[in-house]
């Protein structure tokens, strides 16, 4: 199966970006709180799009992502405003990306690299671009044109066509256990990136590569 790989696709956030870094920012702005803010911000911005495609409601990752932020100021009964909310969603289009992200892609430039994130076009073009990361993906693709968050398998079905290969030609990578047993369901190989040494989830759908970091992705190389 390693040698059928035709489309390395990587999910963004916590994958090849540190979602976890907005901490910072956070704590800037609201000092003693940014942990707990960083924390709920990105919890309920998972569990909102989940909601969302549960109920039938959709709204992009954006305008979840703001949602979620109101939600994670209310919690801790902070203060906010439309200029402390902006600046830490325009820091969301400058995260900072793990230490090896950008080396590992470019060994691996000569591969069919596609980035494949729940997050909306006006979130994920801006983030790749600030990263220095547009020369080295042959798409960009968001869930946003088809309106189906991931895991769905209409999100997978969508990547797909525009790969125009076969589902098991694709190792999708994430660091997120529920979007790689998505993509497992769905028929895609899957490697896990593990960075927070959890367990496998309890859903069937055991990864077929795990590593604690995307450098393991260099045996393709």
């Not at 600046?87 to 980035?115: C, F, G, I, M, W």
């Not at 589902?167 to 896990?192: C, I, P, R, Y």
Request: hydrophobic share 35%; with cysteine.
């Amino acid at each position: 199966m390693e040698n059928s790989i035709k489309a390395f696709v990587f999910d963004v956030y916590g994958t090849l970006f540190d979602v976890t870094a907005i901490k910072k920012e956070c704590e800037e702005l609201y000092p003693g709180y940014g942990e707990k803010i960083s924390q709920t911000w990105r919890s309920k911005q998972v569990e909102y799009f989940m909601l969302r495609q549960l109920m039938g409601n959709y709204d992009t990752l954006y305008a979840i992502t703001h949602d979620a932020l109101k939600y994670a100021l209310n919690e801790n009964d902070l203060q906010t405003s439309k200029e402390n909310e902006q600046k830490l969603l325009d820091a969301y289009l400058h995260l900072p990306l793990y230490s090896e992200s950008k080396e590992v892609l470019t060994q691996l430039k000569d591969k069919n690299l596609v980035v494949f994130s729940n997050g909306s076009h006006d979130m994920l073009d801006p983030l790749v671009k600030n990263a220095g990361l547009e020369e080295l993906f042959d798409q960009v693709l968001s869930i946003d044109d088809v309106k189906q968050f991931k895991p769905t398998p209409a999100s997978y079905q969508y990547a797909l066509k525009q790969l125009g290969i076969e589902s098991h030609e694709v190792l999708f990578m994430s660091s997120n256990g529920w979007d790689v047993s998505g993509a497992k369901s769905f028929g895609f190989q899957t490697a896990w990136i593990n960075r927070k040494g959890m367990p496998v989830e309890e859903l069937d759908l055991e990864p077929d590569y795990i590593f604690d970091d995307l450098n393991g992705l260099l045996k393709w190389k």
